[in-house]
């Protein structure tokens, strides 16, 4: 995939797709990037050493105070916004397990020969390549569930440097389960096999979707073992740790400003909002327009954060911190991804509450420092924001089946609350519905396993004529409608080979989810488009990781 400017001919392939198809169609399709696969060799080469990572001195150290505790250990730390701290390497048998291609290309240019280098693996492992690098730790507090949690900050994470490619863009690299910091509370500092690999997976699933997200670089697995609670109930066993290295334009979340609104540190939060460059009215809108279309994505893949906390929710409005996670299997609203979520406060019909919730907290935390026209622009943006949504996910479901979604909304409500009732699986009904013949979808074979469940609704014959009657279908619509998508089945069996010290099956389903869009006959072979097999539905993700 290019990293760089487009060459001619990636410009030409572009405007020559885009225009067989609608302005909004191309959009989605530009947005998810099927519409100009090319090979590597067509664009500006790639670096090949890790000497060559464009690392510039960090921007976020020389914009804001900087704790002048360097010791590490756990406390609250006051009138800063970062601690200076050093990952822990992992120390038994660390292993590269998995590398991202396009994530390494897009953010920092290096070209995946560059992993072959045995620093690459001590790169991932924390330890210093480049003299550039500064590490360290970001102090925010969160509301977790619903109540407020103090001072929480990156507890297992750590900064490891700023970067600045060859499109301009400027990414902060951070590693996840890298060992203790200030803000780690009673936790070790590490993040266990599982987790690691969920996230890594699901970061790059969702960039290959369309789905705006941090970006995982490259994961290590080392034998190190730590104490966890799986699902809380008191079984506590040995795990593997890994290391991901994960990436963003930014990492600071609506926690960044809550927790400066409730210490009181007036200067230091209007410096928070100086670097976002926007009164705290347009700030609140911004992130309220992003978070209205984040979640609409979110929805109409089918996808379940499960932890919805204000410590998790970027300002930039893409995917963060993604732990217990899930893409629905059958369609069912009321699914709880999170084992830990008691109150069920997370499930997947009540993202769009959860994140309302967000938005709010974000606007009393700039409320002090607001005029009254940034009050009302705030007040604005937030009360509309339940209703902006639910029309972007409508839009987003009636697009993906070639409807219009100003008359056709009713079709897709109907089409849900058949799905429901009958269990049909979200992403095959949909990828079906407009993949299938007219003659296939009238008498659907066991092949078409998604629409086959569907029909037998006993109003499926009278929603199928009205909907063909209304849409629009055709190829494009392979390229909105998924294929594969990361469900929990599969990333376990990843886990499992994975726990067993084979990393095959991470690599192969990683490469599978790269293109989503895409029949791959790798994929069919493993089942990856099948109907979930029985034990799934046993399976359960909690906060523990």
């Known amino acids: 995939m290019c990293s760089v400017r487009f060459s001619w001919l990636c410009l030409f392939l572009l405007i020559s797709v885009c225009h067989s198809l609608t302005s909004k169609q191309c959009k989605e399709a530009s947005k998810i990037r099927e519409v100009f696969l090319l090979d590597s060799e067509q664009c500006s080469p790639l670096l090949k050493s890790l000497d060559e990572v464009p690392f510039i001195p960090s921007l976020l150290l020389r914009t804001f105070p900087v704790d002048g505790i360097t010791t590490n250990y756990v406390r609250e730390v006051r009138g800063s916004l970062f601690s200076r701290v050093s990952p822990s390497p992992l120390v038994t048998d660390v292993r590269l397990a998995a590398v991202s291609r396009d994530a390494l290309s897009d953010v920092i240019d290096l ?27 970001h ?21 490891i440097g700023e970067v600045e490619n060859s499109q301009g863009e400027r990414w902060e690299l951070q590693l996840k389960g890298s060992g203790l910091t200030p803000y780690s509370r009673r936790g070790d500092g590490r993040a266990v096999l599982r ?14 979707l369309g789905v705006p997200t941090t970006r995982a670089l490259a994961l290590v697995v080392s034998e190190d073992r730590v104490l966890r609670d799986p699902l809380y109930d008191g079984h506590v066993i040995k795990e593997k740790s890994g290391i991901v290295l994960r990436a963003a334009p930014s990492f600071f979340r609506i926690g960044s400003f809550e927790i400066l609104h409730v210490k009181k540190e007036v200067s230091l939060l209007q410096k928070l909002l100086a670097w976002h460059n926007m009164s705290p009215g347009q700030l609140v809108a911004s992130v309220t327009n992003k978070t209205a279309h984040l979640v609409a994505a979110w929805q109409s893949f089918g996808f379940a954060h499960g932890v919805l906390n204000t410590d998790n929710w970027s300002m930039l409005g893409i995917t963060l911190d993604l732990g217990p996670f899930r893409f629905l ?3 069912d609203p009321s699914v709880v991804p999170n084992a830990s979520d008691d109150q069920k406060r997370y499930s997947y019909k009540r993202q769009v509450e959860a994140a309302h919730f967000m938005l709010r907290r974000l606007a009393e935390s700039l409320h002090e ?26 839009e987003r479901l009636c697009t993906r089946l070639g409807l219009a979604s100003s008359s056709d909304d009713h079709l897709v409500a109907k089409l849900l609350r058949m799905m429901e ?24 074979p066991r092949v078409l396993w998604g629409v086959r469940t569907l029909s037998s609704h ?8 009205a909907y063909l009657a209304r849409a629009k279908r055709g190829p494009h619509l392979l390229r909105l409608n998924p294929r594969y998508v990361l469900r929990n089945w599969i990333a376990q069996q990843v886990i499992e080979e994975a726990e067993r010290g084979s990393f095959d099956l991470l690599r192969k389903v990683s490469k599978i989810l790269e293109r989503p869009f895409e029949l791959q006959q790798d994929a069919e072979d493993m089942g990856l488009a099948d109907p979930a097999p029985m034990w799934a539905r046993q399976l359960r993700v909690s906060c523990s990781s």
């Open 421 to 444: 009732q009958t269990e049909a699986d979200l992403t095959m009904t949909f990828r079906q519905l407009v993949e299938a013949t007219i003659q296939e979808l009238e008498a659907p």
């Open 139 to 159: 102090r925010y507090g969160g509301h977790q569930f619903g109540v407020w949690a103090d001072q929480l900050g990156d507890g297992r994470a750590h900064y």
């Open 369 to 394: 420092i607001a005029t009254g026209i940034d009050r009302k622009q705030m007040e604005q943006a937030t009360s509309s924001f339940l209703v902006y949504c639910q029309e972007l996910i409508m």
């Open 195 to 208: 987790s690691s690999i969920r996230e890594f997976l699901a970061c790059e699933a969702l960039h290959h």
């Open 458 to 465: 006993g109003d499926y014959s009278s929603w199928l004529k």
């Open 329 to 331: 299997d059958e369609y």
């Open 111 to 137: 070209d995946v020969s560059a992993t072959s280098d045995p620093r690459f693996v001590d790169f991932i492992n924390g330890k210093r390549v480049s003299p550039v690098q500064e590490f360290f730790a």
